[in-house]
C-alpha cells in the first residue's frame, strides 16, 4: 500500500519516537480546544471519544456505562507528507488515580499495575481506513504489534479539558506523573487522496470510537 507507511515499534529509533509522541499526546489532550491545535510541523493527533465510562464511587467502580455522544467524528484537510498518531485503545493512570483498593496511586509502579488491569478488560479493538472510496480493511494485521507502555512522564493541566468528563475522575488544574499503556498508531507520509479512518475499543464498561474524514491535498 503506497498510501502512507505505517511505523512499528520494533527498533529503538521507533520506539523512542512512540514514547515521545504518547507523552505529546496527552498533554495535547488535556489542553484547552485540542482539536484546534492538532497539527504540528511533524505529526497530527487524532482522538478517540468515549462511548461509555467507569465512575469511580468511593472504594468501588459502577458497572453501569455512561452514555455519551456515539463517537468522535472530524473531517479534516492536510497537505501531502502528513503523520498521523493516535490511540487506537488505550489508558494513562496519574499519581493522583484512585486505585483498586481506593487509595491513590501514589507510586508510578501502582500506576502501571492499574493501567495494566484497566487494559485487561478490554475484549475488541480495531483500526480500519477507506481510500478514495473503496473498500474499508485494517490498517494493521495485527495491532499487538503496536502495544506500548511509555516511560514515567509529566502531565500537565492547564484547566477544563475534554477529557475530564471521559476520566473516572477529573483532573484538576496542576501536574502529574503518570504512565500510558496501550495500542497506538503512527502512519507516516499520506500521500493524495480521501481517506477515513476508523478506530476504537470495548472493554466490560469503557468504550471508545472515532472516524475521521481526511483530505490530504
Not at 29 to 57: E, K, M, P, Q
Not at 66 to 88: Q, R
Not at 189 to 210: C, L, M, P, S, V
Amino acid at each position: 500500500m503506497g498510501n502512507y507507511t505505517v511505523v512499528i515499534p520494533d527498533t529503538q529509533d521507533n520506539k523512542n519516537r512512540y514514547n515521545e509522541l504518547v507523552k505529546r499526546w496527552w498533554n495535547w489532550v488535556y489542553a484547552d480546544n485540542c482539536d484546534d491545535n492538532s497539527t504540528s510541523d511533524d505529526v497530527t493527533f487524532l482522538r478517540g471519544n468515549v462511548i461509555g465510562s467507569r465512575l469511580v464511587l468511593g472504594a468501588g467502580i459502577s458497572s453501569t456505562p455512561i452514555d455519551l455522544e456515539p463517537c468522535h467524528t472530524k473531517n479534516i484537510t492536510t497537505k501531502a507528507g502528513t503523520n498521523i498518531f493516535f490511540p487506537v485503545y488505550h489508558v494513562n493512570i496519574v499519581d493522583k488515580h484512585p486505585y483498586g483498593d481506593g487509595k491513590q496511586c501514589g507510586s508510578i509502579s501502582r500506576c502501571a499495575q492499574a493501567a495494566r488491569n484497566d487494559l485487561g478488560d478490554l475484549y475488541q479493538k480495531w483500526a480500519k481506513i477507506k481510500i478514495d472510496g473503496g473498500q474499508m480493511q485494517d490498517i494493521t494485521l495485527n495491532l499487538n504489534n503496536h502495544y506500548f507502555e511509555s516511560d514515567e512522564f509529566t502531565l500537565k493541566v492547564n484547566g477544563p479539558n475534554a477529557l475530564n468528563r471521559e476520566e473516572g475522575f477529573s483532573l484538576g488544574k496542576g501536574s502529574y506523573q503518570g504512565v500510558a499503556f496501550g495500542n497506538y498508531l503512527l502512519m507516516n507520509n499520506f500521500q493524495h487522496g480521501t481517506y477515513e479512518i476508523d478506530f476504537g475499543g470495548k472493554a466490560t464498561n469503557y468504550r471508545t470510537r472515532a472516524i475521521y474524514y481526511m483530505t490530504v491535498n
